[in-house]
């Protein structure tokens, strides 16, 4: 492993443990101003300033969420992850006309990321999520 792919290793750890500390101001210096993020499962898509609004909206929406690495694939500038997230049903969970009203269920469900960087930093965050998973659980489908 060259030196460059360990030091992106080492920095999407940190941005890992940023996210599971719904720490958004850490979570900002680790992105490119200009970044996009997108839950394409979701149909979820902001950049920049607003990335970060809808980063600490996730984290108002679920707020015990964390995230459990199950693969990690690091390249140059690249990093693919598999990860299952667990939160707890606290919040209105709105997907179009549908709405769950909170239930307190502990839920659980796989994504993926795919993170390309430029210059050490995220330029994009792009999530496939099991949305069918969290709708089940929370009682839409």
Known sequence: MSSATEQLGETIAAYNDAWNAHDVERIASMHAPDMVFENHTAGE??????ALMHIAGIFESWPDIEFQTRRLYVRENLVVQEWT???????????????A??????IEWKGMDVIPFENGK????????DSVSILRQVGLL
């Open 122 to 129: 995220v330029k994009r965050k792009d999530v496939y999520s």
């Open 45 to 50: 898509r902001a950049e920049g300033e607003e």
């Open 85 to 99: 997230a667990r939160a707890t049903h606290v919040k209105p969970l709105r997907r179009g006309e549908m709405v």
């Open 101 to 106: 009203e909170p239930s307190g269920k502990r």
